[in-house]
């Protein structure tokens, strides 16, 4: 039986003859109707759906990056209410993968999206991200971070980590062969500040923005946050690059 044409290739088939489409009229000016295609062939994977991940699902769900590859084993929680975009008090205790599915879907249910509810170890990403162009790193422990960055070598693809910790925060791109985590995570301890310091709702928002602006400039030219980390720290307006050898 035939299949009909998705709404995905109907949006791309039109940007392809100079028509665009409206929700995506506010993005053209920046990167163009080109980069708006290649965002729209695009597949991206988020690793964590939390503080971070949360807004950067909303963030790609609203630029229009065509397949989505979200995963996270994890449910949400009362104490994710004040920070975790996805999170509603009528989503507690529910799977964080279904939640983004269904605000994808509200966002922009053109997009190709795939779930994973579980908790990734370095066995399971070349299989589960297998197609991506690149993922974006939302996870909260040193331990998966570096899984994620070890199966995304593998891969052959580039990673956008970002982190978060009280009013500051930190976003890097690392492509296969770059300095990666160990040179900033060299202590070893699974969980750092974070867990003192807490996570106010504007920090992951910034970082998460950055990150997807990471994922942007790889897919449509520009320069990436690569051989080093952007430092963040919203409280005093700092923004340092501290380059990694």
Do not use: W
Request: charged residues 20%; hydrophobic residues 45%; negative net charge.
């Amino acid at each position: 039986m035939a299949r009909g044409i998705s709404p995905l290739d109907v949006e791309a088939a039109a940007l392809e003859c100079g028509v665009i489409p409206t929700r995506y009229a506010r993005n053209i000016g920046t990167i163009g109707i080109e980069g708006q295609l290649r965002l729209l062939r695009s597949c991206i994977g988020v690793c964590g759906l939390g503080g971070l991940g949360g807004f950067i699902v909303a963030s790609l769900a609203r630029f229009g990056f065509g397949r989505l590859i979200l995963v996270d084993g994890d449910t949400f929680a009362e104490d994710n209410l004040n920070r975790q975009d996805l999170c509603f008090e009528s989503d507690l205790g529910r799977p964080k993968v279904r939640v983004a599915e269904e605000r994808v879907a509200a966002m922009n249910s053109a997009l190709d999206v795939r779930t994973c509810h579980l908790f990734v170890d370095a066995d399971d990403i070349p299989e589960i991200f297998s197609g991506a162009d690149v993922v974006i790193d939302a996870l909260d422990t040193v331990s998966s971070r570096l899984a994620l960055e070890e199966g995304c070598a593998r891969l052959g693809i580039p990673m956008v980590h970002g982190a978060i910790a009280g009013d500051s925060g930190q976003v890097m791109t690392i492509f296969p062969g770059d300095p990666g985590l160990r040179a900033i995570y060299a202590s070893g301890e699974d969980k750092g500040v974070e867990t003192i310091l807490g996570n106010p709702p504007t920090t992951p928002a910034l970082i998460a923005s950055l990150q997807v602006m990471e994922a942007v400039k790889i897919l449509c030219g520009g320069e990436p946050l690569r051989h080093g980390f952007l430092l963040v720290d919203t409280s005093t307006n700092l923004y340092q690059f501290i380059p990694l050898k």
